[in-house]
Every structure is written in C-alpha cells, then in structure tokens.
C-alpha cells in the first residue's frame, strides 16, 4: 500500500498571502495524484487531477505540480472561502489512498 | 448539474446490517464507475469500495473486505452499499463518488452528501 504523508499538519496564513502544501508518496504514483478540499460539514470538492490539471470551475490561484513522489499544491493567495483541509489521493494503483490532510487556517 | 443523492444510514448495533444508496442525475450513470469513501469523525478519508460502469470489476478496502458489497442498477441510475456484520469502527460519513471519466482516472469528480452510519449499541 502506498502512504501518502502531507506536511505540514496544519498552515497558519494571512489572507492573501501564498500558500505552499506538500503531499510525498512512499513510492511513485506517476502523475496520478489528486488534491481535494473539504469545508466544515460538506463533502470534499476535487481542486487537482493528473498532479496539476485544474479541476472544472478551479480558479486558477489554485496549481499542483510534481510527479513521482513529491507533489506540490500551491495556493496563490489566499482567499477567505479557502480556509480548509486539503487531502492528496493517488489513483496510481490498489489501494487508492489518502493522505492525512493538511488544515490550512486564518 | 451532476448530483449524487445518498441514503440510508442510521444508526446500527454491532452485527448489524444496513444498506446505502446513491441515486445519480445529470449525467450518464451506466459510463462511469463509482465508489464509497468514508470518513469516520474528525479523521481523514478511506477508500471503500468501487465498481466499474459495467460491472465487471469491484474492489474493496481489506477493512471491509468480505463484509461490504457493493452493487449498481444501471436502469435505476443507482449505486448500493451492503453492509453486513457491522462493527464500531465502520462509524463514520459514507460518500458515494463518481469517479474520473476514463478508465483509470479513479480520482473522485464528484461526491454526494454524504450519510452517516453509527455502530453502537
């Protein structure tokens, strides 16, 4: 199985500055790796496929780079609605897998 | 507007069963596969369970293998989780998910609301 570690845990920002999350797999999963976003109470929302492709109506502050093992989402700056947790998946392979998430706060 | 409308959880005892569902519009149901993803309280997410658009293949977490089916009526634009056997650590929010548009993009591009199941006594 592959574990996917995001860091940091949690990332304290200001509104409008940029914010940098790290997602690392334990072995390469290529470019298949996904970013998601969850809100308090609702499902999560798809941001990132393929490693960098926008999802449909993600605005473009929003880029994911990387392939491999190191995957990078970048928020360029920070809005209000973009306070949340954000998740990385891998589809490279079974079992598809999460990581644990990083909480990015006021 | 894709929507994904689940149901059917609940509260439980253990050695329970239930069973979810998932009834999809605004788009073709029987061409994409599916999948459940779960997240217990205040932890991250967990892949369940996923089906092919056809059939053909599923494929389950090991955490729910043997216990969980999952299954689809095309006609009825529907996605099913059994549930059988039912434990305290199967607690959590339940999501139906429609996954990628081609075959291997099993990322998840749509999810529902999610229902929740509660194992307790």
């Known amino acids: 199985e592959i574990v996917l570690t995001q860091s940091p845990a949690t990332l304290s920002v200001s509104p409008g500055e940029r914010a940098t999350l790290s997602c690392r797999a334990s072995q390469s999963v290529s470019s298949n790796l996904a970013w998601y976003q969850q809100k308090p109470g609702q499902a999560p929302r798809l941001l990132i496929y393929g490693a960098s492709t926008r999802a449909t109506g993600i605005p473009a502050r929003f880029s994911g780079s990387g392939s491999g093992t190191e995957f990078t989402l970048t928020i360029s700056s920070l809005q209000s609605e973009d306070f949340a947790v954000y998740y990385c998946q891998h589809y490279n392979n079974w079992p598809r897998t999460f990581g644990q998430g990083t909480k990015v706060e006021i | 507007e894709v929507q994904l409308l689940g149901s059917g959880g609940g509260l439980v005892q253990p050695g329970g069963s239930l069973r979810l569902s998932c009834v999809a519009s605004g788009f073709t149901f029987r061409s994409f596969a599916m999948s459940w993803v779960r997240q217990a309280p205040g932890k991250g997410l967990e892949c369940v369970s996923f089906?092919?658009?056809?059939?053909?293949?599923?494929y389950y977490a090991d955490s729910v293998k043997g216990r969980f089916t999952i299954s689809r009526d095309n006609s009825k634009d529907t996605l099913y989780l059994q549930m059988n056997s039912l434990r305290a650590e199967d607690t959590a929010i339940y999501y139906c998910a429609k996954d990628g548009p081609t075959r291997g993009d099993y990322y998840f591009d749509y999810w529902g609301q999610g229902t929740l199941v509660t194992v307790s006594s």
């Open positions: 089906m092919t658009a056809s059939g053909d293949f599923t």
